[in-house]
């Protein structure tokens, strides 16, 4: 088992930028994708960004141009980059690592002020 651990978070007003970063205990290898996930008071929780170890990446209509995801397999760590940040994107961000199980870190929060 992975254990997945999110930081990066914080108040920032609009049109800020943020990263977020999360640490694996183990490497990042084996697992077929990695991705983050956010969730909004009384909201389900959406993907925001996922990224195959083959590189391929694919995000939330709503972030397109503005997050980032990227990778470091020598430090097992997966990043979202946030730049032009909306009120809207305030929300509890969780990172997610697949390798057959879903393995889900504690989540970091953002919060976007207007």
């Known amino acids: 088992q992975v254990q997945l651990v999110e930081s990066g978070g914080g108040l920032v007003q609009a049109g800020g930028s943020l990263r977020l970063s999360c640490a694996a205990s183990?490497?990042?290898?084996?697992?077929?994708?990695m991705g983050w996930y956010r969730q909004a008071p009384g909201k389900q929780r959406e993907l925001v960004a996922i990224?195959?170890?083959?590189?391929?990446?694919n995000y939330l209509d709503s972030v397109k141009g503005r997050f980032t995801i990227s990778r470091d397999n020598a430090k097992n760590t997966v990043y979202l980059q946030m730049s032009s940040l909306k009120p809207e994107d305030t929300a509890i961000y969780f990172c997610?690592?697949?390798?057959?199980?879903?393995?889900w870190g504690q989540g970091t929060q953002v919060t976007v002020s207007s």
């Open positions: 990224i195959t170890s083959g590189g391929s990446t």
């Open positions: 183990r490497s990042i290898f084996g697992f077929n994708y």
């Open positions: 997610l690592a697949r390798d057959g199980f879903e393995n």
